[in-house]
């Protein structure tokens, strides 16, 4: 990966994509591309946006924020929050992203709804999920998950989309699919709890299992290292 080329990268992680959905038996438009772009600079995402990408997933508010303020000229470009995110951060995240992949306790959740400006329209959220049940890990749990989504749906800033999660890293396709499955069937109860809901949305999968995503019916997949290369760096 030292020697990226961004067009061949990125039109081979669409290729990927595209098979993964014909192996799925699924619409090509199934699953969206987000481009996490996490340590890369803006000038990548400019690259990327002229070749067609659109949304971009960012996990450091002040370097995302730096970048958006270079790439402000860049039409109908799609900003996701999808890092850790802190109470004392919460009003950028809240101006500046039309997503939020990383909501997992109502706290963050009220604040970015009292932050959340009237003129730029509900900002869209995924719960994470802490799927495979790690100690140390974000995401709410299974069981609180039901109470969150409630306190979330309640708020009239946010707009409570779907779910987001990142499983322990796993060997081959069954094991890698089994915590996707949990994730498309916890989705599923939330759809039938809340019908009034617009939960249209699973954001799963990354470079090492985006496959296994997609054959649990992913509707978004977050693709950093198969784009842009291993991580740099950050200072
Ligand atoms: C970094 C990151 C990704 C991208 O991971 P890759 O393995 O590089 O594709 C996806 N989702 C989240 C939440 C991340 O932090």
Not at 2 to 27: D, F, H, I, Y
Not at 40 to 64: C, D, M, S
């Amino acid at each position: 990966m030292t020697n990226l080329v961004l067009p061949e990268s990125l039109a081979a992680a669409r290729t990927r994509l595209a098979e993964a959905l014909k192996a799925a038996g699924r619409p090509a438009d199934a699953t969206r591309l987000l481009a996490v772009s996490k340590t890369k600079p803006a000038t990548l995402i400019r690259e990327a946006w002229h070749l067609g990408q659109r949304e971009f997933g960012e996990n450091y508010v002040q370097e995302a924020l730096d970048k958006q303020a270079d790439l402000a000229d860049l039409e109908l470009i799609v900003w996701h929050f999808i890092g850790p995110l802190q109470s004392n951060k919460t009003r950028d995240v809240a101006e500046h992203f039309a997503w939020v992949h990383s909501v997992d306790r109502e706290k963050i959740a009220r604040r970015l709804n009292d932050q959340r400006p009237e003129a730029l329209g509900p900002l869209n959220i995924c719960l994470q999920v802490n799927i495979s049940d790690e100690p140390s890990k974000s995401g709410v749990s299974l069981e609180a998950l039901p109470a969150l989504a409630e306190a979330v749906q309640a708020l009239p800033r946010l707009r409570l989309r779907g779910l987001m999660a990142i499983p322990a890293a796993a060997e081959g396709l069954d094991a890698q699919r089994a915590p996707f499955a949990r994730l498309r069937e916890s989705l599923e109860e939330l759809r039938t709890r809340f019908p009034e809901a617009a939960l249209d949305t699973l954001s799963m999968g990354m470079t090492a299992d985006l496959e296994a995503a997609v054959l649990e019916g992913a509707t978004l997949v977050r693709l950093g290292t198969a784009i842009f290369g291993e991580r740099n760096a950050r200072e």
